[in-house]
């Protein structure tokens, strides 16, 4: 078996639980034949050496901030054939303040609709709706969701700003409610990958909590992700 390396960078707003969160996956990589490396910041993207032996970046940073060098490390990694991926606020809830790293990335959270007011408790769970990851035409033909079906789940549903060099591969809507103030159902990418120079972004937005992680088909999504995301041959 051909020895890769993965690196897991992790930190941010404790909330998402990144050290469990990618601890998960840990085995995973390593199971398929990865060397893993875990960092929890992310200087290590400005270390060029360390960056171009890199072949799959696994990032769980929710919020956090990043220096101008390392968000340049990150981008001249991923163009040069590294994988990126993680799911949920630690990838498109990192950086809020990093232009650079929207772009490379292809989408930012916005907002997570709540419950009806009158039900709200003052907890996160005031966020958690019921709501359908649906399967679009192209992710039924895609390595990481192909066989996968529509899924239902009860957490938070990421309303995402987007472009359209996104691939998408599942999304979901979020309906019109009396009190939410837009007025038609708008559809949000669920999972989406990119391509970036030679590399391979992908980004899973459900994630929020390990049961989340734990879903079965969320954990399918994630894992194929990471391997789809690889470095290929082609850019190595």
Same mark, same amino acid.
């Given at each position: 078996?051909?020895?890769?390396?993965?690196?897991?960078?992790?930190?941010?707003?404790?909330?998402?639980?990144?050290?469990?969160?990618?601890?998960? &996956? $840990? @085995?995973?990589?390593?199971?398929?034949?990865?060397?893993? #490396?875990?960092?929890?910041? +992310? =200087?290590?993207? %400005? *270390?060029?050496?360390?960056?171009?032996?890199?072949?799959?970046?696994?990032?769980?940073?929710?919020?956090?901030?990043?220096?101008?060098?390392?968000?340049?490390?990150?981008?001249?990694?991923?163009?040069?054939?590294?994988?990126?991926?993680?799911?949920?606020?630690?990838?498109?809830?990192?950086?809020?303040?990093?232009?650079?790293?929207?772009?490379?990335?292809?989408?930012?959270?916005?907002?997570?609709?709540?419950?009806?007011?009158?039900?709200?408790?003052?907890?996160?769970?005031?966020? &958690? $709706? @019921?709501?359908?990851?649906?399967?679009?035409?192209?992710? #039924?033909?895609?390595?990481? +969701? =192909?066989?996968? %079906? *529509?899924?239902?789940?009860?957490?938070?549903?990421?309303?995402?700003?987007?472009?359209?060099?996104?691939?998408?591969?599942?999304?979901?809507?979020?309906?019109?409610?009396?009190?939410?103030?837009?007025?038609?159902?708008?559809?949000?990418?669920?999972?989406?990958?990119?391509?970036?120079?030679?590399?391979?972004?992908?980004?899973?937005?459900?994630?929020?909590?390990?049961?989340?992680?734990?879903?079965?088909?969320?954990?399918?999504?994630?894992?194929?992700?990471?391997?789809?995301?690889?470095?290929?041959?082609?850019?190595?």
């Amino acid at each position: 078996m051909t020895m890769r390396t993965a690196l897991v960078v992790r930190g941010g707003w404790e909330g998402h639980q990144p050290v469990r969160a990618t601890e998960l &996956f $840990l @085995p995973f990589l390593e199971d398929n034949g990865y060397t893993v #490396r875990v960092e929890e910041s +992310t =200087a290590v993207y %400005a *270390d060029a050496d360390a960056m171009a032996g890199t072949d799959l970046v696994v990032q769980c940073m929710t919020m956090a901030e990043i220096t101008a060098d390392e968000v340049a490390g990150l981008r001249a990694a991923v163009v040069a054939g590294t994988g990126l991926t993680g799911w949920h606020g630690g990838i498109v809830d990192a950086f809020r303040a990093s232009s650079d790293y929207l772009h490379l990335v292809g989408g930012q959270f916005a907002t997570h609709p709540g419950r009806e007011p009158c039900e709200r408790q003052g907890g996160e769970q005031d966020n &958690f $709706l @019921p709501h359908t990851v649906t399967v679009t035409d192209l992710g #039924r033909q895609h390595p990481i +969701t =192909a066989g996968i %079906a *529509d899924f239902d789940l009860v957490t938070e549903q990421y309303w995402v700003l987007h472009d359209d060099l996104v691939d998408v591969l599942a999304t979901t809507v979020h309906p019109t409610r009396d009190w939410h103030p837009w007025h038609r159902p708008v559809t949000s990418p669920a999972v989406w990958t990119r391509q970036w120079g030679a590399g391979r972004v992908v980004v899973t937005t459900p994630g929020h909590s390990l049961d989340v992680l734990e879903h079965p088909s969320v954990r399918t999504v994630i894992e194929r992700g990471m391997l789809w995301a690889t470095r290929t041959a082609s850019a190595s």
